[in-house]
């Protein structure tokens, strides 16, 4: 066994099967041991040779090839974790029934690590009330089905039931190998509203003031609570190029006025809010309607600055009873104290429920795929979050949210 784990990677025979390439690369490129196992209609799609080339192994689609390795049983036995890519709704009915009449279904019969399909159908088979009793059943026996997402289908067409993006894969697959229990469906019914990104604050028609916020925590929070059964709406400002996370509402916005309105109208019937985004505490008095040119005189413009809101506090004031609001903070010691010193002022003051504090001191928070900090309550945890990816402290986040949600439950 490589030590970043041996994934099997099912591949279900609809268009999307080119995009499983994509997938199979991905993995590879990051350390991945893959066995790709295509159904027979994949091969339509397809062609074996690619599969064997980008994944190092030969591709077999039946139980009657390499019969002495008893392969039918072996390649499940032995996986970290089997991922159907592009799951159609003919593989998850007869995943969803138990059939083993080629090795990909056998694999899902023998395999004892965590299952993943990935969905991609056209919309009226995956809303069919077969593929959806399908999906109930499979995720009541703890594999993880994901949401599609919406948007351009094969032909003309557009709705709901695309695959998700290649590298949203990618780091489902990462996420469950290093933390095989990360996706409960214990976010069911919950409404929850994430905000991403950096605010930009206009000066004039082409300058703006920004902060170097790329939006990837915010999106891998709201990717995991999609994953886990939330209902997700995600309010980004401005983000590095990434991928929408599949199944959540985005609404893209500009400026801090723009996430405050869009953040406060979502969060009114929510159950959860995660405030991730870096809003901006200022912006531009005024902003210039020309753009603001050089003068002879050699002299820089003065700019005046004014208070944004404090979307977090405007929140705190407003919160609807049981409503869990999540803060975060990127702090820098100073003489008055170190980090958690002033997280834990700043949990305080901002009054939310559990604040996600970042050392900016340590780097990493900002542009990268890793993160690592401490999560504090308004209780009085304060828990490491170990360095890992942002998809990892997304679901430390959940963990938490979901302890807090469900400790309200029981007291009600
Ligand atoms: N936040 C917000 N509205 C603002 C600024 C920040 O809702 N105008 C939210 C952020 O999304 C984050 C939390 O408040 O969840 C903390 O952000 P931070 O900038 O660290 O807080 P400030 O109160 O601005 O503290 P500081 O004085 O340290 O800048």
Redesign the pocket.
């Known amino acids: 066994m490589t030590a970043r784990g041996r994934v099997v990677l099912g591949v279900g025979g609809g268009i999307a099967a080119y995009k499983a390439c994509e997938v199979l690369r991905g993995l590879t490129e990051s350390g991945h041991d893959v066995r790709v196992v295509p159904t027979e209609a994949a091969l339509r799609f397809v062609g074996a040779a690619t599969f064997e080339a980008l994944s190092g192994h030969p591709v077999d689609t039946g139980v009657f090839t390499r019969v002495p390795e008893v392969q039918h049983v072996r390649v499940g036995q032995e996986a970290d974790l089997v991922l159907v890519v592009p799951a159609t709704a003919d593989l998850l009915a007869r995943a969803a029934h138990g059939l083993a009449d080629d090795l990909l279904t056998s694999t899902l019969l023998t395999a004892r690590c965590p299952v993943a399909f990935v969905p991609a159908m056209h919309t009226e088979m995956w809303e069919h009330p077969a593929t959806r009793d399908n999906v109930a059943l499979l995720r009541s026996r703890g594999a993880v089905v994901t949401e599609p997402d919406a948007g351009r289908l094969t032909g003309a067409d557009t709705g709901r039931g695309r695959l998700a993006d290649p590298r949203e894969i990618v780091d489902l697959a990462r996420l469950l190998l290093a933390r095989p229990g990360a996706l409960p469906r214990d976010l069911e019914g919950l409404r929850v509203v994430v905000?991403a990104g950096g605010?930009r604050e206009p000066l004039d028609p082409v300058r703006y003031l920004g902060n170097r916020s790329s939006g990837k925590q915010g999106y891998a929070l709201a990717r995991v609570a999609a994953q886990r059964g939330a209902e997700v709406t995600l309010v980004a400002a401005h983000t590095v190029d990434l991928p929408a996370p599949a199944g959540a509402d985005l609404v893209p916005v500009s400026t801090?006025e723009q996430?405050?309105r869009a953040?406060s109208e979502a969060a009114v019937d929510a159950d959860v809010v995660?405030?991730?985004?870096?809003?901006?505490?200022f912006r531009p008095a005024t902003a210039a309607e020309h753009k603001i040119k050089k003068t002879a005189d050699g002299a820089a413009p003065v700019v005046e600055l004014e208070?944004?809101?404090?979307?977090?506090?405007?929140?705190v004031e407003r919160r609807r009873a049981g409503q869990v609001l999540?803060?975060?903070?990127?702090?820098t010691g100073d003489e008055h104290g170190d980090v958690l010193h002033?997280g834990r002022a700043?949990l305080k003051?901002?009054g939310?429920d559990l604040?996600?504090l970042n050392a900016v001191t340590e780097g990493g928070a900002f542009e990268g795929d890793d993160n690592t900090g401490w999560l504090l309550s308004s209780d009085g945890l304060e828990r490491p979050i170990p360095p890992g990816r942002k998809s990892a402290l997304a679901t430390a986040v959940w963990d938490a949210v979901a302890d807090v949600v469900r400790g309200r439950r029981e007291r009600q």
Do not use: Q, W, Y
């Not at 995660?274 to 505490?281: L, N, P, W």
């Not at 208070?307 to 929140?315: F, G």
């Open positions: 905000s605010t801090a996430l405050r953040v995660v405030m991730a985004a870096a809003v901006a505490d208070r944004n809101p404090d979307v977090l506090a405007e929140l999540v803060g975060f903070a990127a702090e002033h700043k003051r901002k939310c604040l996600v």
